[in-house]
């Protein structure tokens, strides 16, 4: 089975809106959090990242909240923009034996409309 | 400069054939890593080098295999192509070891098998 579950394959907004991307997980070993930005063509690039010794960082218009007992974290953007127009992945892993691996989703395609 | 390059972009190779994937980056990264990723399914970690040790995922282990010759390049190589390793193979570095750091995407080498 899929470790690492992202609920929506895709999501389209109206620029300006509030949106939230989510991402369940089945290891209670894992201690890092990440999501990732891809747009077409690109490679992958880190967008915000949490241990799990907190439940939220937040990085300008991005928040990643964590919720440890419930296996699942989050990505809320603000203020949503065109220019976020991408695919998100999310991806946990830890650092000990097995878990010393990134698990990944499948991605959800977000569209921002102006 | 923080880009990982992987060459070639592209690959057709013939069922039954080699194929040879470069990646390189001039980070001074210690753990280089290769994926497998195909439509509408997560990026898979094939294997990957921790400075000169090289760890490969035990379901792929007997398809791959991998050189570092030294630390700013990685190949990933198969002896002999089927239908089924056609994907995109995405390398990518860290400057630490384990999965729980931020990962540096090459752009991928889309490999086609006929």
């Known amino acids: 089975g899929q470790q690492v579950k992202q609920s929506s394959p895709s999501l389209t907004v109206q620029e300006g809106g509030i949106l939230i991307l989510n991402c369940d997980y089945e290891?209670?070993?894992?201690?890092?959090f990440a999501w990732y930005k891809k747009y077409p063509d690109n490679s992958p690039t880190l967008l915000i990242s949490?241990?799990?010794n907190v439940d939220k960082r937040e990085d300008g218009r991005f928040t990643v909240f964590l919720n440890k007992s419930g296996k699942h974290f989050s990505l809320h953007i603000t203020a949503s923009q065109p220019e976020d127009t991408a695919v998100y992945l999310c991806?946990?892993?830890?650092?000990?034996?097995?878990?010393?691996?990134?698990?990944w989703g499948l991605g959800t395609s977000l569209v921002v409309n102006p | 400069d923080t880009t990982v390059k992987q060459n070639p972009r592209y690959k057709l190779a013939r069922v039954g054939k080699p194929v040879n994937l470069i990646c390189s980056q001039t980070?001074?990264?210690?753990?280089m890593y290769w994926y497998q990723k195909k439509p509408n399914q997560a990026p898979k970690l094939l294997l990957f080098?921790?400075?000169?040790?090289?760890?490969r995922e035990a379901d792929t282990f007997e398809k791959f295999q991998s050189s570092r010759p030294n630390n700013s390049f990685c190949s990933l190589y198969i002896g002999s192509a089927g239908l089924e390793y056609s994907a995109m193979y995405l390398c990518?570095?860290?400057?630490?070891?384990?999965?729980?750091?931020?990962?540096?995407f090459g752009e991928g080498s889309k490999l086609t098998v006929l």
């Open positions: 991806a946990a892993g830890g650092n000990v034996g097995d878990n010393s691996k990134l698990i």
């Open positions: 290891n209670d070993m894992f201690d890092y």
């Open positions: 949490v241990r799990s």
């Open positions: 980070m001074n990264h210690d753990t």
């Open positions: 080098y921790y400075d000169k040790i090289l760890n």
């Open positions: 990518a570095s860290s400057r630490d070891r384990g999965n729980t750091g931020q990962l540096y």
